[in-house]
């Protein structure tokens, strides 16, 4: 669970336009915040992932915004949330990443509960393990 200071900290400088995200241009200088999640847009995400949300992002979701704040672009929102750049949600990202075998790729392997959750431009995201108790990060691109 994050502590106060840390939601604090993040809540300041996403409540700023300037200093929302990374990469300015993605949100607009005078747009506001998306507002936040509520507990059942968290509890339809899980049950289309068939996995819990890390609690930490839970927490930002609820608490701060349902994403557009954060590293690079920002933190992809759930239902009715902030999207990448083509359109996609935290979970039809998902869910593609997992599709896309399937379709086009057969040597594609996407590892299960490799959630990506922040855009960071250019077809690159930050990756949740969630699989791992700690729920690492990781790059992709």
Do not use: H
């Not at 431009?121 to 969630?130: E, L, V």
Request: aromatic residues 8%; proline residues 4%.
């Amino acid at each position: 669970m994050l502590s106060q200071e840390l939601l604090d900290s993040v809540r300041f400088r996403a409540e700023d336009a300037r200093t929302r995200t990374d990469l300015l241009n993605n949100v607009g200088a005078g747009s506001k915040l998306i507002a936040r999640a509520t507990l059942e847009q968290i509890k339809t995400a899980e049950n289309e992932l068939g996995f819990p949300l890390p609690r930490d992002l839970v927490d930002l979701y609820l608490k701060i915004a349902n994403g557009g704040f954060g590293p690079g672009c920002g933190i992809i929102g759930i239902s009715n949330g902030w999207t990448d750049d083509q359109g996609a949600t935290l979970v039809s990202l998902y869910l593609e990443c997992l599709e896309r075998r399937k379709q086009s790729d057969p040597d594609w392997r996407w590892p299960v509960r490799l959630l990506p959750f922040c855009y960071l431009g250019c077809a690159s995201y930050s990756c949740i393990d969630c699989d791992s108790e700690s729920a690492r990060v990781v790059a992709t691109d």
